[in-house]
């Protein structure tokens, strides 16, 4: 397999589904079963994605593919160009769109079956399958930047796909608008490394920062441009404070929210951090840190109390996310992105998982009206309870292998910098995790109904639903990422396919917590340290890492278990009663019931205040603006009614008044000059008497 035909593969990736969008779209109307030409070419799609990942991990494991093309030149010597790169990232990446795409196409297909814009919700699909492979492909940042609108875009179609509901319409509003201004962040960090280094291409970016070259000669500079661009993340991977855009996303169709929380939208983000690991520093990486913590910490403790079972598994996402995101501040490049695939097969289950329950109780997604539905739906109850146990982090499923790196890794960090918080962090979102995963299964699938009409009528959801929570759920077991159950280092998953960053960033302490080293800030540094015998920083992370992979594993199991049986304390075996409980720490509670007011606080402050500044601005135009130039128009009314008249009296006065006159002496002129010679003797007699009379 040469890299040429691995170049046309991914075109095919690329292309296809946008050629199966516009098919779609156009004959939607005309042909009613379009929406298996859709269905079609994403199975096309996955399984070229297959080949590609086979191939390029076969016979390129260690080597990089590019091909660019020529977009335009702005001067001889600053060419735009478009260009692919393929690496391991990539077809990794690539493999896990594909599949979640394409079992998300086959779920819908009974999912959906009588909507009345059923071939246009295919369609939408397509064209968010394909702005994703978009973003997952290119080897620059500004085509990513293209196609990361166009997956903002895509979003807002499909969150507000059933658009006659207000509350739909309204949260795709929101989420289009809250992504535009972590988008904002993300440009002004484009234009800042454009103005830099008069390219967009990843690669020639690094070389210039390894060269010494940084924007504005200031390693500030450098610092704010990662923040800018991980800005973008912040909004498309739902961190705080831009987290609110997604647990509202859950009025889109179910199937919208599995492709959304697992594989495409919010793993955009963290995509883009991964490609621009190489160009931050070690300020903007602890910046990063801190908003992953908080994004790991705040959505687990609201998930606590949530009741509809999408809006549980919303704010797990959004805490899953902070915790890849808390993984590449510390430096755990790799685990971060081990967590991004694992987290989208077993969250992608649980998504489809609470579509087939949707599906089976008419849609109702309130799980206090659920309840016993694991007799109803042996095989949906099956693959939930084992995403839930990957989730929160069990031996033998892929969740505690990619989990335990994380913590591992944020110990490591701990007890090397003294920042122990994430740490700390990172194993309290771990036990609220397994609390509120498994509090969601124990109501709804476990006791006795709730609503006896809707569960009498309740049934598994027919195969073509069946088959995807079946797949994924077995994508959520160990053995398909490492032999070794207990420890990922020993993986052949991350240890040959996922590349080591190369860094860039001048003045940086970095970490690789895959192969046990640490870069220190100039190799001659590490090199002078083991010459005179000292103790190198890498020397110590390998201590610490050996020191803190058990202790944090069994930490973490620790902690997942304590979560699970304090789940079933409180809601299996009721040892607790929890309504007494709820009523003793009602402001805690309703802390957690209502998201922290974060909701409420935005709309009292920037909403209420961007509001108010659009009244003051009306006022603005309708009284200053407004009454200057209503006024304007008075006064030069005012003038031309003056000019109008003084032209017309005044001017046409005299005009006529001369004309009056000199008619009137014409007049009298004409009754003398008669031309008559007899007239002429009498005038002149009569004027000399006159003159005598006179004088």
């Given amino acids: 397999m040469t890299e040429s035909v691995l170049i046309n593969i991914s075109l095919a990736i690329l292309f296809l589904p946008l050629f199966g969008f516009v098919v779609t779209l156009l004959l939607g109307k005309k042909v009613k079963s379009i929406?298996?030409?859709?269905?079609?070419?994403?199975?096309?799609?996955?399984?070229?994605a297959i080949v590609l990942a086979f191939g390029k991990l076969s016979y390129f494991i260690d080597?990089?593919?590019?091909?660019?093309?020529?977009?335009?030149?702005?001067?001889?010597?600053?060419?735009?160009k478009l260009g692919f790169l393929i690496d391991n990232l990539t077809v990794l990446m690539l493999f896990v769109v594909a599949l979640i795409s394409a079992l998300?196409?086959?779920?819908?297909?009974?999912?959906m079956k009588g909507d009345e814009r059923y071939n246009r919700y295919f369609a939408y699909l397509g064209i968010f399958t394909f702005s994703m492979n978009g973003i997952v492909l290119t080897n620059n940042i500004l085509m990513m930047y293209i196609f990361w609108e166009l997956v903002g875009l895509s979003s807002y179609l499909l969150i507000g796909f059933w658009f006659e509901k207000k509350s739909a319409a309204d949260a795709g509003k929101k989420a289009f608008l809250v992504n535009r201004i972590g988008d904002l962040g993300m440009f002004a960090g484009i234009l800042i490394l454009f103005l830099t280094y008069n390219t967009f291409s990843f690669d020639t970016i690094f070389q210039s920062i390894s060269a010494g070259k940084i924007p504005f000669n200031s390693e500030f500079w450098l610092t704010l441009t990662g923040i800018l661009l991980f800005m973008g993340a912040v909004g498309k991977s739902a961190q705080f404070p831009l987290h609110v855009w997604l647990?509202?996303?859950?009025?889109?169709?179910t199937p919208v929210s599995a492709l959304i929380h697992a594989a495409t939208m919010v793993a955009a983000g963290v995509y883009l951090t991964v490609r621009i690991f190489g160009l931050l520093t070690a300020d903007a990486m602890m910046f990063i840190a801190v908003i992953g913590m908080l994004s790991a910490f705040i959505p687990a403790t609201i998930a606590l109390t949530q009741n509809d079972i999408k809006k549980v598994l919303a704010y797990s996402t959004v805490s899953q996310l902070g915790?890849?995101?808390?993984?590449?501040?510390?430096?755990?490049?790799?685990?971060?992105?081990?967590?991004?695939?694992?987290?989208?097969?077993?969250?992608?289950?649980?998504?489809?998982?609470?579509?087939s329950v949707i599906h089976a109780m008419h849609h109702e997604q309130d799980i206090r009206n659920m309840g016993g539905l694991r007799k109803k739906l042996p095989l949906t109850y099956a693959t939930f309870l084992l995403s839930s146990l990957a989730i929160s982090g069990i031996p033998l499923t892929s969740g505690f292998l990619s989990k335990d790196g994380i913590l591992a890794s944020a110990f490591a960090f701990g007890s090397l910098t003294g920042y122990w918080i994430f740490a700390v962090v990172g194993f309290l979102v771990a036990l609220l995790t397994a609390f509120y995963m498994f509090r969601l299964i124990i109501i709804t699938f476990h006791g006795e109904p709730r609503d006896h009409h809707k569960y009498d009528h309740a049934h598994e959801s027919p195969f073509v639903m069946a088959m995807p929570l079946v797949v994924l759920a077995g994508l959520s077991i160990f053995i398909w990422y490492t032999p070794n159950p207990i420890s990922a280092d020993q993986g052949w998953f991350l240890t040959k396919w996922i590349e080591t960053p190369e860094l860039h960033a001048p003045n940086s302490t970095r970490f690789d917590f895959m192969q046990s080293e640490v870069v220190a800030?100039?190799?001659?540094?590490?090199?002078?340290?083991?010459?005179?015998?000292?103790?190198?920083?890498?020397?110590?992370?390998t201590e610490a890492m050996h020191s803190a992979h058990y202790p944090a594993m069994f930490l973490s199991l620790f902690v997942a278990i304590a979560g699970i049986l304090t789940a079933f304390v409180f809601y299996q075996w009721k040892k607790v009663n929890v309504e007494k409980l709820t009523a003793s720490i009602k402001p805690l509670y309703n802390f957690s019931l209502n998201k922290w007011y974060i909701d409420e606080f935005y709309h009292k402050t920037f909403v209420a205040g961007l509001l108010g500044l659009s009244k003051i601005i009306y006022w603005f135009d309708a009284t200053i603006v407004d009454g200057i130039v209503n006024g304007s128009a008075t006064?030069?009314?005012?003038?031309?009614?003056?000019?109008?008249?003084?032209?017309?009296?005044?001017?046409?006065?005299?005009?006529?008044?001369?004309?009056?006159?000199?008619?009137?002496?014409?007049?009298?002129?004409?009754?003398?000059?008669t031309g008559k010679v007899q007239t002429y003797i009498v005038l002149v007699?009569?004027?000399?008497?006159?003159?005598?009379?006179?004088?």
């Fill in 35 to 48: 929406y298996l030409f859709e269905v079609f070419i994403l199975t096309i799609v996955l399984i070229s």
């Fill in 685 to 695: 007699i009569f004027s000399i008497i006159i003159l005598f009379f006179f004088f």
């Fill in 104 to 111: 998300v196409h086959y779920f819908s297909v009974a999912y």
């Fill in 635 to 673: 006064v030069t009314r005012a003038i031309s009614t003056f000019t109008g008249a003084f032209d017309k009296y005044v001017v046409d006065g005299l005009v006529n008044f001369m004309a009056y006159l000199s008619g009137f002496i014409g007049l009298i002129f004409r009754r003398i000059q």
């Fill in 247 to 253: 647990p509202d996303a859950m009025e889109g169709p």
């Fill in 323 to 355: 915790y890849m995101v808390m993984a590449l501040g510390v430096g755990a490049y790799k685990f971060a992105f081990f967590h991004l695939v694992t987290h989208a097969f077993f969250k992608a289950c649980l998504f489809l998982g609470s579509g």
């Fill in 521 to 541: 800030e100039t190799q001659q540094v590490a090199e002078h340290n083991s010459s005179h015998g000292e103790i190198t920083y890498s020397e110590k992370y």
């Fill in 63 to 80: 080597h990089k593919i590019v091909s660019e093309i020529e977009w335009f030149r702005l001067t001889d010597t600053i060419v735009i």
